[in-house]
């Protein structure tokens, strides 16, 4: 897993989505503190809370991993 990549897309998504880590925060629980780390890269993060994020942002898990599901036929 490409710790980088997944801390930019979930920058990404949240300010796609017009949210501040406050609001984040407030939603799920997960410290802001913690939040930012992730997406910065400077903290791994865990299967659970990557689901949990993924479902909280209503997009898939793949997306948050930088994943390309088309295939090439």
């Known amino acids: 897993m490409d ?12 300010k796609a989505a017009g949210l501040t880590l406050q609001n984040v925060q407030e939603a799920i629980g997960m410290s802001t503190s913690t939040l930012s780390q992730l ?3 400077r903290q791994t993060i865990d299967l ?6 993924a479902n909280f942002y209503k997009v898939s898990v793949d997306k948050l991993l930088g994943k390309n599901l088309k295939t090439n036929r």
Not at 3 to 14: A, E, P, Q, S, W
Not at 48 to 53: A, C, I, K, Q, Y
């Open 3 to 14: 710790y980088f990549i997944v801390g930019k897309n979930l920058r990404y998504t949240r």
């Open 48 to 53: 659970p809370h990557l689901v949990t994020l």
């Open 39 to 41: 997406e910065r890269a």
